[in-house]
Structure formats: structure tokens, C-alpha cells
């Protein structure tokens, strides 16, 4: 009997355009991806959630405001809250602001422009589901290509998003949007939800410049089989 692989939801919101890219770097990496319409109001069983990166609803109003108040993100939201972990790449990051499940905003770039080009995070924490496989200060390469990137948060939040250790990356060396204090990723206090504006999924293989993102995307893969073992 074969070993089932540990599942892994993909949400698929209207104007998504990284789901292959999502689903081909978790199946290399041990996972079944497993795609989901943002209309359907529950998740098939999983053990792991990943919101991918495009421009769901064409960013209409703001970059993930309107996919927020997708059906499918009441199911993302119970998952969640069980513990289960959930990665938002880039607008799966926004959608996550968005939806309250992460601290923060991403507005517009502090350049004004989209950019599109490899940069340097260093990972800050490694308990997390999402980076369990780094080492603590570890510089990753990976691509962005975004307009509204620049996390913000006023005064207030950012004093209890540092109190509670909530920055897992932060860029090194160019800040590619302006994003306060450099943040490149956050977590939620729980540790489970992280958004991060850097595309792992397109730096999985090193013949494309980067395998560096294979490290965040198993981290995940090892935590969703952890889930599975638990669960069988």
C-alpha cells in the first residue's frame, strides 16, 4: 500500500495566475496539490492551505479586498483557527491582510512602480511550519513581482507585531517596495499563517537561478505530512 501524500489546498481566485507554478513546486516536493475554486465554501481535506500569488479579481478596489469575501476563505479561516498552516504568497499574502488573518497592510510600492527581480530575505524565525528548514540569520534568494508590496503597519501595531515575533523575513540589502522596518514576511501570533511577498514556488529549481524557496515550500510539505501522521 502507498503512503498517501500529505495534501495541500490551492485556492484559485479569479485573475490567480501562480497555480501551476504552486502545484508543480509542491508535487516535486512530496505533496498532492489540491486545487480549490474561491467559490466553493468548504476545502476538501487538507493539511495545508497556500493562497497564491496573481491578481484575484483583477485587484479591483484594493489587492485582495474582494477576495477576501470569498466562500472559499471562510473554509482558509476555520483552518486556520485549528492550527492547520496556511502560506499566502504575494496576493495569497494580501488576501490574508485583507481577510484579518495577518497584521499589516501592502500598499502601493514606495517607487510607484511594479518591480520584478530577484531579492535577498533573511530568515528571523525558523519555528514555523514555513521554515523549520532554515537556520536562524539564513539569506534565501527568490523573485518578487509586485505592485502593492510595501507592508505598513502605524506605530502601534508594529510595536506588538516585534513583541510578539511576528517578522519571519525581512529583505537584505535592496528593500525592493519600501516596507517599514524591511519586513519581506509575517506570521500570525500562533505561527501557523505566514504571508510573504517573495515567490518561493518559482525558486524551487536551481536551473532557474534560486532553489532557495524549496526550503520555505518543504518546510510546509514537512509540517502537512506531520499533520497527516498525526491525523491516520
Excluded at 29 to 54: F, I, K
Excluded at 192 to 200: E, R, Y
Excluded at 209 to 232: C, H, P, Q
Aim: with cysteine; charged share 15%.
Amino acid at each position: 500500500m502507498t503512503e498517501r501524500r500529505p495534501r495541500i489546498g490551492i485556492v484559485v481566485f479569479p485573475g490567480s495566475n501562480d497555480v501551476a507554478d504552486a502545484a508543480w513546486a509542491l508535487g516535486a516536493l512530496g505533496a498532492e496539490p489540491v486545487l480549490t475554486w474561491h467559490a466553493d465554501p468548504e476545502l476538501p481535506a487538507v493539511e495545508g492551505v497556500v493562497l497564491p500569488g496573481g491578481f484575484s479579481y483583477g485587484d479591483y478596489l484594493r489587492s485582495g479586498a474582494i477576495a477576501r469575501l470569498a466562500p472559499a476563505m471562510l473554509a482558509v479561516t476555520e483552518l486556520a483557527a485549528e492550527g492547520v498552516p496556511v502560506l499566502g504568497i504575494c496576493n495569497g499574502f494580501q488576501i490574508l491582510c485583507e481577510a484579518g488573518l495577518l497584521p499589516g497592510a501592502l500598499r502601493l510600492n514606495a517607487s510607484l512602480e511594479f518591480v520584478c527581480r530577484d531579492v535577498t530575505v533573511q530568515v528571523e524565525r525558523t519555528d514555523t511550519p514555513f521554515t523549520s528548514r532554515c537556520s536562524p540569520g539564513q539569506l534565501l534568494t527568490m523573485p518578487v513581482k509586485h505592485g502593492e508590496g510595501c507592508w505598513y503597519a502605524d506605530a502601534d501595531l508594529l510595536q506588538t507585531v516585534t513583541d510578539l515575533d511576528q517578522v519571519a523575513l525581512r529583505y537584505t540589502g535592496l528593500n525592493p517596495n519600501g516596507s517599514v522596518q524591511d519586513v519581506a514576511g509575517v506570521v500570525n501570533p500562533e505561527g501557523n499563517v505566514l504571508g510573504l511577498m517573495p515567490h518561493p514556488e518559482h525558486a524551487v529549481d536551481p536551473l532557474l537561478g534560486s532553489g532557495d524557496g524549496a526550503l520555505i515550500l518543504a518546510s510546509l510539505v514537512d509540517a502537512a505530512r506531520e499533520r497527516l501522521l498525526v491525523s491516520v
